[in-house]
């Protein structure tokens, strides 16, 4: 059992910068691929990007690319999302979650067993 929390989110400017951070219990948080994903109001829950439990390999969705950059600190169980150059269409509920699979697919949500309440992100024009 994993449980998630995440923080960091609150109101930016557009083009400003926020970094999430997801704090994990569990000891086997390190052998975890983590993700983070996004939802608008009245919109599907998307993926932002994720790391696998090595911290080695990233993918990002291609709307965040040289924008966003998620990083692990096992040591501190927790994974991160700085995320800057912000825009208004990026406003949603940002969600960690955590794949303890090896070989799925990253992007997909159906890869990630555990997640995180997570923390809103507003940015205004």
């Known amino acids: 059992q994993v449980q998630l929390v995440e923080s960091g989110g609150g109101l930016v400017q557009a083009g400003g910068s926020l970094r999430l951070s997801c704090a994990a219990s569990?000891?086997?948080?390190?052998?975890?691929?983590m993700g983070w994903f996004r939802q608008a109001p009245g919109k599907e829950r998307e993926f932002v990007a994720a790391?696998?439990?090595?911290?080695?390999?990233?993918n990002y969705a291609d709307s965040v690319k040289g924008r966003f950059t998620i990083s692990r600190d096992s040591a501190k169980s927790t994974v991160y999302l700085q995320m800057n150059s912000l825009k208004p269409e990026e406003t949603a509920v940002y969600y960690c979650?955590?794949?303890?699979?090896?070989?799925?697919?990253?992007?997909?949500?159906?890869?990630?067993?555990?997640w995180g309440q997570g923390t809103q992100v507003t940015v205004s024009s």
């Open positions: 790391i696998t439990w090595s911290g080695t390999l990233t």
């Open positions: 569990g000891r086997t948080f390190s052998s975890y691929a």
């Open positions: 979650a955590a794949a303890p699979d090896p070989g799925q697919p990253l992007w997909s949500r159906q890869s990630y067993r555990y």
